[in-house]
């Protein structure tokens, strides 16, 4: 057998062997070494002196001194933390409330904080498990179809690994060097899109068939308005913002309203204002942090960039997405349409500011605001270049441990287990890089690499057909390989080939992570299904949740191909922030 035949049947078996149960990074580490050893080996020479005893050394040494590799840790310690503190109970309760009246409330409410969680923590198991325990019985109680509980389940909490920050994008960026913060603004748009679609056919599904998903009884739905709201709003207005700002001018009559523990003071009586302008503060800090990057920073950063550009002999007009007269009249027009569009449901909401409203404004400024904030600031400060990738990962592993200490959720123990499972976790990625580093190495030495690529070339293909044969594998493959073999082992033999045909890797590379949501959802190995089944009860079995999960691949298909006749809704915001 010629040697690069050899490489085949190396790709071949660590499939084989990986679909038997042996450990992924041990398997690679053992055929590359196996396979290494023959195609070093050398009559002449002592066995002791293979060199594939050197190149495992390199190939560790250069593992481990992979800078982008510095962030994982501080990530999964991050979701750990979260996912140990317990702070997604409040969290259900109060969207579940915000979306009462809408069709499958209580599965639009699941997919909608998994999806948030996912984000926040980027573990699909904790996630799944965690959203089966609080959501998978409520729904079925309520009536809901088998199918449609865990198919949102199990699809919206694969979600968090796409939308960054995520631990797939990193590992992506170290094995095709790319840059992790252009990826992660890669990610964005497909991310949220792909859940919109999600939300979108559950939306539609129930008001189709709403035997499905029937309405939740009135004590289910009734918001838990305290007494002296309804007090307050007996002396005031209905309108409790109305309400509430007349009490700050004249509030005699509002001090002798028993609150709680005690009486209602004019401290509580601000608190609850700000609380009631949570929508509006939200809205108005949205809209001015786009204004100031668009037109402060970048008008800044332009007028400063022509006379160090003249230096270097560069024209004025590549300073970047700004010029030194600003953003182009296109902007203003959208930011203006997009206020206006804001505008109307604010409008509508602050005059029906009724208490049951502001009560759950209150819980959902209590419940989803911190984890909120902190998932901006740790995306915000990547995005914008403030700090790396690491820092914002310290930032975000800092913010976490403060939220669960804050909502007195984190014990010794508890903490114990996050650090423990975040080693675990993070060895494994690293041994798992190790194994790759040395298969992949063995393999081109052997001529693989160089096979595949002259056999794809005599294709003559197309680069659209180039585009659906690589993600067609990667998606096959994803039926009985999880993402981390798929991304170690098989996404580097594509890699060289993009350039041939062009392909933006960034571009390919969110493909293939919205791809991978298939890896999450297609039987054998499925993991979301198993993680789910455990915590399910008895009368649910694994083919019900498979044919749950099935709508939600096709979704990820029509997903892709939205994403490529659309590339921009992928390299737009990068391209943009970056240049």
């Known amino acids: 057998m010629s040697e690069p035949f050899l490489g085949l049947t190396m790709l071949g078996l660590i499939v084989v062997v990986i679909m038997m149960g042996f450990p992924t990074a041990f398997t690679l580490m053992g055929l590359g ?5 023959y195609a070093f080996y050398n009559p002449a020479e002592l066995w002791i002196d293979n060199r594939i005893f050197d190149l495992m050394v390199q190939r560790t040494y250069g593992a481990m001194t992979n800078d982008v590799l510095i962030s994982v840790p501080l990530f999964v310690l991050m979701g750990y933390v979260m996912e140990r503190g317990a702070l997604v109970d409040k969290m259900f309760y109060s969207v579940q409330l915000s979306f009462r009246r809408v069709p499958a409330s209580l599965a639009v409410t699941t ?4 999806t948030f969680w996912g984000i926040a923590s980027g573990l699909v198991g904790a996630v799944v498990v965690l959203m089966g325990v ?3 019985n409520p729904m079925l109680r309520a009536g809901y179809d088998v199918k449609l509980a865990s198919g949102v389940i199990t699809a919206g909490g694969t979600l968090g690994i796409l939308i960054p920050p995520s631990v797939m994008i990193i590992v992506y960026a170290a094995v095709a060097g790319q840059s992790v913060v252009k990826l992660y603004a890669a990610t964005m748009f497909p991310g949220f899109f792909l859940a919109l679609l ?3 056919y559950v939306l539609g ?3 189709l068939n709403p035997k499905i998903a029937p309405s939740l009884p009135e004590e289910q739905t009734r918001v838990p308005v305290p007494p002296w709201m309804k007090r307050f709003a007996e002396l005031y207005s209905p309108n409790m913002l109305a309400g509430l700002l007349v009490a700050l001018v004249s509030p005699s009559r509002a001090l002798g309203i028993e609150a709680g523990e005690g009486r209602l003071t004019y401290f509580k009586i601000i608190k609850n204002i700000v609380a009631a302008c949570v929508p509006l503060l939200l809205t108005v800090s949205t809209f001015g942090l786009v204004w100031w990057y668009v037109v402060i920073h970048q008008q800044a950063a332009a007028s400063e960039a022509p006379e160090g550009l003249e230096e270097l002999g560069a024209p004025v007009a590549d300073a970047g997405p700004a010029t030194v007269g600003g953003p182009a009249t296109g902007f203003y027009i959208w930011f203006g349409l997009a206020a206006a569009v804001a505008a109307v449901p ?10 049951e409203r502001l009560q759950v404004v209150k819980l959902l400024a209590s419940s989803v605001m911190p984890l909120a904030l902190l998932t901006v600031i740790v995306l915000a400060v990547i995005l914008f270049g403030i700090t790396t990738a690491t820092e914002s990962a310290a930032v975000g592993a800092a913010g976490a441990f403060l939220l669960a200490l804050q909502a007195r959720t984190l014990n010794w123990q508890r903490t114990k287990e996050a650090v423990f499972l975040t080693a675990k976790t993070t060895a494994m990625v690293c041994w798992l890089f190790v194994g790759s580093a040395l298969f992949s190495a063995v393999f081109a030495i052997l001529g693989g690499q160089a096979l595949v690529e002259q056999w794809v070339l005599a294709l003559d293909l197309t680069p659209i057909q180039f585009m659906i044969l690589s993600q067609a594998i990667i998606f096959i493959l994803g039926w009985p390989l999880e993402w981390t073999e798929i991304i170690i082992i098989f996404v580097p033999i594509f890699l ?4 041939h045909f062009d392909i933006d ?3 390919w590379g969110v493909l293939v992570f919205v791809n991978l949501q298939a890896a999450f959802l297609s039987p054998p190995v499925a993991m979301s299904a198993y993680y789910l089944k455990g915590v399910s009860p008895p009368q649910v079995t694994l083919n019900q949740i498979f044919a749950g999960m099935m709508p939600y691949m096709l979704i990820v298909i029509v997903c892709m191909i939205i994403m490529y006749i659309w590339p921009g809704m992928t390299l737009w915001l990068p391209e943009y922030l970056y240049g």
């Open 198 to 200: 999600y939300l979108a």
């Open 134 to 136: 609080i959501a998978m």
């Open 496 to 499: 060289p080939m993009l350039h």
């Open 33 to 37: 070494m196996l396979f290494g050893f």
């Open 205 to 207: 599904w129930a008001m």
């Open 505 to 507: 890797p960034i571009l």
């Open 111 to 114: 997919l909608i904080v998994c």
């Open 346 to 355: 604010l409008v509508r909401y602050y005059r029906r500011m009724t208490a």
